[in-house]
């Protein structure tokens, strides 16, 4: 099994940053894609973005290009989501998802593992 562990989440302004990490632990080995979706209440599950170990690339929503940034690092199965720019519309929890499969899928119904989540909530 694999286990998810986010950090990181908080209480911003409109305007503000926040990073999110998460952490993954367990059989990590062939895990090739990490990424994250949100859900803000009475929503749907929606995907951030994602990376792909085995090919470096990434996939973000267009709700959130050119203002947030996925990295992390394939070696310590960890990854990371800078937020700039943060948006009202931007609040909701937060899940770190990975996959054994090397597609980044823009579906939940893709990913095999999830962490808790962790609550991003930006005031305006």
């Known amino acids: 099994q694999v286990q998810l562990v986010e950090s990181g989440g908080g209480l911003v302004q409109a305007g503000g940053s926040l990073r999110l990490s998460c952490a993954a632990s367990?059989?990590?080995?062939?895990?090739?894609?990490m990424g994250w979706f949100r859900q803000a209440p009475g929503k749907e599950r929606e995907f951030v973005a994602a990376?792909?170990?085995?090919?470096?690339?990434?996939h973000y929503a267009d709700s959130v290009k050119g203002r947030f940034t996925i990295s992390g690092d394939n070696t310590k199965k960890t990854v990371h989501l800078q937020m700039n720019s943060l948006k009202p519309e931007d609040t909701g929890v937060y899940y770190c998802t990975a996959n054994a499969g090397t597609i980044i899928y823009i579906s939940a119904r893709g990913y095999d593992y999830w962490g808790q989540g962790t609550q991003v909530t930006v005031s305006s």
């Open positions: 990376i792909n170990w085995s090919t470096g690339s990434t």
């Open positions: 367990g059989r990590t080995l062939g895990l090739a894609v």
